[in-house]
């Protein structure tokens, strides 16, 4: 089956530990996304990456780290820096053109702090 | 910067009746509008897209408009069902542009 998956579903954190989000897809998509979710409001986009071995910061990158080493795979790190870690994460990606469009999710991660 | 908004209040509903959401937004004129659904605890998933050029799109009980001028989306869907229950999001995106902007979504609730 083709798709995105993420791991793990449920992810805890204690305090200033970094923790790394798995994102991983299988439609030969050159674009992937990072986005949160808070509750009662919108997704927002943390990072992106057109192409492997680059990306760019999205509305709210501070605290976070990502890496695009290879064109299946999308980690985020959420960094000690990020002081209201507390969200659901959702990876996303999309097919190539400018602008992108239908974009995949993933079922998402969500981070709890302990 | 851009701002898009959906209705916050969760939109009740009959079975039968058809269900309308909207989605306006401000500042730039995007390539294209996007609704997708969420359900709890999952990730959203693509219904339809719209261009800028296009007044209306359908798709089975779907229907989506848009409205340069007013700067809105119309969603619509048709004779709804209990299973339409979930939280419906708008998304825009610019041209030259690589990334989108996803409203905050408007949960409706479709009563048997």
């Known amino acids: 089956d083709g798709g995105i998956t993420q791991s793990p579903k449920y992810l805890f954190r204690k305090e200033g530990q970094n923790v790394t989000l798995s994102c991983e897809q299988n439609?030969?998509?050159?674009?992937m996304y990072w986005y949160r979710q808070d509750p009662g409001q919108g997704l927002r986009l943390i990072y992106y990456?057109?192409?492997?071995?680059?990306?760019q910061k999205g509305d709210i990158a501070e605290g976070y780290s990502v890496s695009r080493e290879k064109k299946e795979s999308f980690p985020l790190t959420v960094t000690s820096a990020q002081k209201n870690p507390t969200a659901f994460y959702l990876c996303?990606?999309?097919?190539?053109?400018?602008?992108?469009?239908?974009?995949?999710f993933g079922p998402g991660t969500r981070l709890l702090v302990l | 910067s851009q701002k898009i908004e959906q209705n916050s209040e969760a939109l009740n509903i009959q079975e039968g009746k058809t269900a309308t959401l909207t989605c306006n937004y401000t500042?730039?004129?995007?390539?294209?509008l996007q609704w997708y659904r969420q359900d709890p605890g999952r990730g959203p998933v693509f219904l339809l897209l719209i261009r800028e050029n296009e007044k209306e799109k359908r798709k089975e009980r779907l229907k989506v408009t848009f409205d340069t001028t007013l700067k809105q989306s119309l969603f619509h869907i048709t004779a709804s069902q209990p299973a339409d229950s979930a939280t419906y999001l708008c998304?825009?995106?610019?041209?030259?542009?690589?990334?989108?902007?996803f409203g905050s979504g408007t949960k409706l609730n479709v009563k048997p």
């Open positions: 439609l030969n998509h050159d674009a």
């Open positions: 500042n730039y004129s995007p390539a294209y």
């Open positions: 990456s057109q192409i492997v071995n680059d990306f």
């Open positions: 996303a990606s999309s097919g190539a053109g400018r602008p992108q469009e239908t974009q995949y």
């Open positions: 998304a825009l995106a610019l041209y030259n542009f690589n990334k989108f902007y």
